[in-house]
């Protein structure tokens, strides 16, 4: 989540229209983007059981077929970026500026993220063999190295061309293919725990199609909360250009408290799947929980960093005041919903883990679109809390997902999940 954080930094110099083109196109990128997250899903709940059943053999075949699946995605995602990027951002309604600016973005993302194949592959291959440190390695590696070529490419110092967000764009897609590469090399070299060779590699129709049917739902669950964000940004969008960088901005707030979250959420559905594979339903129902309280001590700390520092996380992203002030407010409605979204992810990531992919599916499509975005719609047009009234509704969404996925977790109806 640090390179579209990096990217809105260097382009919040460039203005507000070039901050909301950026924001309104990461979450457009996601949107598109989520169908490949999300059958990955399946290839980690698939290799994690074959680990804990220390099936060697099928784990690997699984990974061949990882590639196989992603390559075909991100074909298609270019395909959406040549050819779509600026209908989408004319169908949502934004100022011709801010749309210009965007597609200049998203076009470079998504016909670059071919390069997002290979670690999104060799990332979820990595943690579900429980080599979490290998995956550290290669995303601070690469984003190390964006770090330093995202404000050259936008700004143009010395023999670089000035590119503005198509710099910031490129220098994604960029470093994510120095990742992509440094993650093949880790997994076919063996420095991780399981080496992945292309030895007996065949077109395997039977583990693809295992893959992508606990993939399908996942995807599915990433699209709806994606593309819920999506229509959220077009409620925002009458409300004004400073309404909508400041929400740009608080997404990228929010993603820094939901990261250390899925991290933990994700490595108790590795743990969880092993030892469902190893026939240890029990410890596999500890992980959860323990992930889930360790979460939630991550996101009341967050919640109080926000309360008393908001305005100066918002002033990181951009000096207009205007945006700040609108911003600093967001956040700080947002902190209750801050405090139950530890355990929202991390339950949820580790139903995903275990391959019990259909609950959350239903979950977020209930809570986001009958909750969040029927109560942003009416909150924001009927009532005196105007654009406020979005956020508020954001709240609610996350209030009933807690309350749904700690009663379904709790009934371990997802122990007999079949993969």
Known sequence: MLGPTIDMIWVGKLGAASVAGVGVSAIAIMVVNSLQMGLFTGT????ARFVGASDETNANRVAQQAFVIGTGISVILAFIGIFLSRPILIALGVEPDVAAQGTAYMQIQLVGMVTMVAILAGQSIMNASGDTRATMKISVGYRLFHIVLC????FGPWIFPEMGVQGAALSNVISQAVGGGFALWILFTGRTRLRVTLKHFRFDRNLIW?????????SITQVERSFSELILVRLIIPFGTFSVAA??????????IMVPCAGLGTSAGVLAAQNLGANQPDRASRTGWLAAGLASILTVAFAIVIFFWADNLVNIFTPDTEVIDIGSIFLRIQIPGYILW???IAFSMCLNGTGDTIITMITNLTTMWGIS????YILSRYTNLEVNGIRWAM??????RAVIYTVYFHTGRWQRKKV
């Open 44 to 47: 980690t709940a698939l290799i």
């Open 395 to 400: 709240v609610a969404g996350i209030l009933v």
């Open 373 to 376: 975005i029927t109560l942003a």
């Open 342 to 344: 530890g355990m929202v």
């Open 151 to 154: 404000p050259t490419l936008i």
């Open 247 to 256: 929400h740009s901005i608080a997404q990228r707030v929010d993603q820094f």
């Open 210 to 218: 295992r893959t992508v049917k606990i993939g399908i739902p996942a």
